[in-house]
């Protein structure tokens, strides 16, 4: 017995020896898991450790396709980052974790392509596993290696291709296709960058690797428009984004839908583009696209950069931030801090916080030394010289540029390098380093001249530095063969530009040329009015021309010039002969209307004024600093509009107080001269710039104690394009009333609307008396396609109906309509100013817009875009009546349907019956003055007739 005794108790203590081995084997392993899995997400890693991938699986339902992407990537960088004697210990369990997040990647996200590729890789030894995944890495890395040219890196992509070849590794020999198009790319030969791109996008395919075959189509597609391939790059977006949405990729269905915001916004269709920006994050989101929402925050901030309305991009910025602190964790998060910083610097830029601006870029330019993202520094760094010159520190940009350009060759980015050497020539000049400027331009000359598509704002401000150089050398020929070619220039762009806001935004831009212009003809007072009308004419050839194959009709005017880029084509006249002949035809004009006309123009640093009565032309700096001026009109615009506080007899002496010191400033000091009396004369105003916000014909013109306004003495009115001419086509044609649009909850929501104007029928019914033909379309009938299927053949257009700015694109002003029946889409609801620039007016009489702000341009962007009433206008109608702000329904029926009768029962014109129905409401109503309600409505002319 003891004997057996003994056995059973070294048979019981091996078998304890053998279950604590076990739980030591079991343990060390656990220790093991536990070490690979730091730097993935807590849960993500306690499922992991936990074998039960019913619970692993659940995640992925719940978390979506990304942080399983995230930790397949996590797996693949330790494999490469261990230490060969770490590799070998780890190599099973990291294949045993690896392999159960492919597992997930394949039964939940059809993603069989990592299952079989880490059977692929584990078919190699551990020595030859880890070198084929070190070349696969040197292949996403080798394109970006600033210290080799790219010829080098072409070689050495050639090289690992081949060797991925050798190994049989599919994946690899696409990636190294991939890469080799980037490069080619760089060196601008579009055929071998076609050939490798579409040889990657069907290995890809083939493999089922959909992230990497959705980037390659997106890529190829953009290829195609840059071309002009539309329909090409229609069908590479299409395919890569059903195949996000089939393959659960939240990055990439939101990728294309950004990618159609752009194409969108290229065609002026900016309400559709800016909807699709806003559904790009959205859908970021509840496809559990998690960090990826950063991204598509940051694609909105930029795209709302470009129309510099900082205060959506503020919004957008802090809610990015929230974002970054809840996934800082994840590897991608540099990048998002990168962006971040970077929108935050250039908002401040923008907002004149230069040295707050600084610091961000400072801190930006270390973080992005070691970024992979090519150009990404570059392109900060051109941010950062622009907004310096914006502010005025031109010499402190110059380092910058020159930082800029000594990096960007690296990656030979033309298009960035081009930009800062645009910079550069304007700094010198500035700076009065002539030689260096004219370096800068040879060098922009030989590099342009190779690049594929070229911006409109670098060629014409080419032209403009070229003429700021001969002036400063005193070879006024050769500056104004300049401005010529700068004018010839941006008209080859606007000719195959899509009509657009944007198009008109990217005209301004330019203004550096019309500055140029004013300066060369500054001492003649007759051909700088005659250089003002001619810079005015450029927006009524937007569209007119054909892009040739090369040339797309795209927002940013990528196009290049046309051939007779070098000639300039004017009336066929040299630039003087051009002004003089515009500014002696629009005198012509005014003096047959005996009329005065005050023309303004506002530059960066001062308002000029050019005045045309019956005694000549003449020509007069504005007193008054332009800032200060500046801030005056807005203050004065939100009493009279009531966008402040209160209307007190304090609040009313205080704008009576700025309207007596804007007509000192404004107006000419002999304009009382030309008043008449009993029959007030028409006094035409054109205005520019932040003076398109405000009612000149409010002006106090009485220096005593009574309230006297401009309009007392004058017919006011705003003309549009001076010394154009117009033939007005006799039209028998009924007019189209539109009255009380029924747009449906869903626009009454979004833009507030919460009621019909409950006195526009009123309106509506005074124009209709007037005409007994009036085709009234009212409710459910005001719908877009009734409109447009008769507009253009109307003799009038009335819209007594709401009017709807968009809160973060304040360039977006639409008119919204009646739904279709069966519901189309957004834009069938609305008329926005693409569709209305677009269409012909030339028979039109008149537009009224008797809507909140018809006529006001958005003053909450450092850039003042076109109105609505100007799409009319420039379409081709006489005379558009519209609203400097939002009007009180029951005021506007005073004033409109006074307006209406007048027209109807005297033989007067617009302008007076309009004039007249203003001073009636001001003698009858005393309240009236303080109230400004009579001063909301304005008319403007199109063209005087010839």
Not at 47 to 52: G, N
Not at 154 to 173: P, V
Not at 273 to 292: M, P, R, T
Request: aromatic content about 8%.
């Amino acid at each position: 017995m003891p004997k057996l005794h003994n056995n059973m108790s070294r048979a019981a203590l091996l078998a304890i020896m053998l279950v604590m081995a076990v739980i030591a084997v079991h343990c060390s392993r656990h220790n093991e898991e536990i070490d690979l899995l730091s730097g993935l997400p807590p849960r993500l890693a306690e499922l992991l450790v936990v074998e039960d991938d019913r619970a692993l699986i659940l995640y992925a339902r719940e978390m979506g396709i990304e942080p399983l992407i995230d930790a397949k990537k996590h797996f693949e960088d330790l494999s490469r980052s261990l230490s060969d004697r770490d590799y070998l210990r780890y190599t099973d369990s990291l294949y045993a974790l690896h392999r159960r997040v492919c597992i997930v990647l394949a039964d939940e996200f059809e993603y069989d392509f990592y299952l079989h590729d880490l059977e692929f890789l584990y078919g190699f030894p551990p020595h030859e596993r880890r070198q084929l995944l070190m070349t696969r890495a040197k292949i996403w890395a080798t394109p970006f290696d600033k210290n080799r040219e790219v010829g080098a890196r072409i070689d050495s992509i050639l090289r690992y291709h081949c060797m991925m070849e050798e190994s049989g590794d599919r994946f690899g020999s696409g990636a190294a296709k991939m890469m080799l198009s980037s490069l080619y790319c760089a060196l601008g030969d579009s055929e071998q960058v076609r050939k490798y791109l579409i040889d990657a996008i069907d290995i890809f395919e083939e493999l089922g690797m959909h992230r990497l075959t959705c980037q390659s189509l997106g890529t190829l597609g953009v290829i195609y428009e840059r071309e002009g391939k539309i329909d090409s790059m229609e069908m590479c977006f299409q395919a890569a984004r059903d195949l996000a949405k089939r393959a659960q990729l939240s990055d990439q269905i939101s990728r294309f839908t950004y990618f159609y915001a752009c194409r969108y916004a290229e065609m002026g269709r900016l309400a559709l583009a800016n909807d699709l920006v806003h559904e790009a994050i959205e859908l970021c989101k509840a496809n559990k696209g998690g960090y990826y929402e950063i991204r598509f925050i940051f694609h909105a901030m930029e795209f709302y950069a470009n129309y510099s309305c900082w205060e959506t991009v503020e919004r957008l910025l802090s809610r990015a931030k929230i974002l970054e602190r809840v996934y800082d964790d994840s590897w991608l998060s540099p990048q998002f801090r990168v962006g971040n910083v970077s929108m935050e610097a250039r908002l401040n830029m923008a907002r004149g916080n230069v040295e707050k601006a600084n610091a961000l870029f400072k801190k930006l330019e270390k973080s992005t030394r070691t970024n992979p993202q090519p150009g990404d520094d570059t392109k900060n760094l051109y941010y950062w010289a622009r907004g310096l010159m914006e502010n005025g520190r031109a010499e402190d940009a110059v380092d910058i540029i020159d930082r800029g350009l000594s990096r960007v060759g690296a990656y030979s980015f033309n298009k960035v390098e081009v930009q800062l050497l645009t910079l550069k020539a304007a700094a010198e000049i500035e700076q009065g380093d002539i030689e260096s400027a004219k370096q800068a331009i040879e060098r922009f000359d030989d590099i342009s001249s190779r690049l594929h598509a070229p911006i409109m704002y670098d060629w014409v401000m080419r032209h403009v530095n070229g003429a700021k150089i001969a002036m400063s050398e005193g070879y006024t020929d050769e500056a104004v063969s300049s401005v010529e070619d700068g004018l010839d220039c941006i008209r080859s762009f606007v000719e195959i530009m899509d009509i657009s806001v944007q198009g008109y935004l990217s005209i301004r831009e330019c203004s550096e040329l019309r500055n140029v212009m004013h300066e060369l003809t500054e001492h003649d007072p007759e051909l700088g009015y005659g250089a003002e009308l001619v810079w005015r004419s450029i927006p009524l050839v937007m569209g007119t021309g054909e892009a040739g194959p090369c040339m797309s009709r795209t927002l940013s005017s990528t196009a290049k010039p046309g051939s007779g880029m070098g000639m300039y084509s004017g009336s066929g006249g040299g630039f003087f002969d051009d002004c003089r002949e515009a500014a002696r035809r629009a005198i012509s004009q005014i003096h047959e209307s005996n009329a005065v006309h005050c023309m303004y123009v506002a530059d960066d640093d001062r308002v000029t004024r050019f005045m045309v009565s019956s005694d000549g032309i003449r020509r007069d700096v504005v007193p008054g600093i332009r800032g200060e001026l500046h801030g005056l009109v807005i203050e004065t615009k939100e009493h009279m509009s009531g966008e402040m506080d209160g209307r007190g007899a304090a609040d009313a002496a205080d704008v009576r107080g700025n309207l007596s010191k804007l007509g000192a400033y404004l107006l000419p000091d002999n304009l009382s001269a030309y008043a008449g009396p009993g029959d007030p004369r028409t006094l035409f105003i054109t205005t520019d710039d932040f003076l398109d916000c405000i009612p000149f014909e409010t002006f106090d013109i009485d220096a005593g104690r009574e309230y006297v306004p401009l309009i007392e003495c004058f017919d006011v009115a705003y003309l549009h394009h001076p010394g154009s001419g117009s033939v007005l086509y006799e039209n028998s044609n009924p007019g189209i009333v539109i009255v009380n649009a029924d747009f449906g909850d869903a626009v009454r929501k979004r833009y507030s609307l919460g009621h019909e104007l409950e006195y526009v029928e009123e309106e509506g019914r005074a124009m209709a008396a007037l005409d007994n033909s009036a085709i009234v379309l009212q409710g459910a009938g005001a719908t877009k396609r009734q409109i447009k299927r008769r507009w253009e053949e109307a003799s009038y257009l009335y819209f007594a109906t709401h009017i709807v700015r968009d809160s973060e694109i304040p360039y977006l002003v639409r008119i919204p309509l009646a739904a279709p029946e069966g519901g189309v889409s957004q834009e069938s609801c609305f008329l926005d100013f693409t569709d209305i620039r677009s269409a012909d007016f030339s028979r039109c009489e008149v537009v009224v817009l008797s809507g909140c702000s018809s006529g006001a341009p958005s003053v909450a962007t450092t850039s003042i875009g076109p109105s609505l009433g100007d799409a009319f206008l420039d379409g081709g109608a006489a005379v558009v009546i519209d609203t400097f702000w939002d009007v009180k329904d029951e005021e506007a029926r005073k004033l409109m349907v006074r307006y209406v009768r007048e027209l109807g029962t005297t033989d007067h014109a617009h302008i007076r019956s309009l004039c007249n129905a203003r001073r009636t409401l001001l003698e009858e109503d005393p309240d009236s003055r303080r109230s400004f309600d009579w001063a909301s409505y304005a008319i403007h002319i199109g063209r005087l007739p010839e």
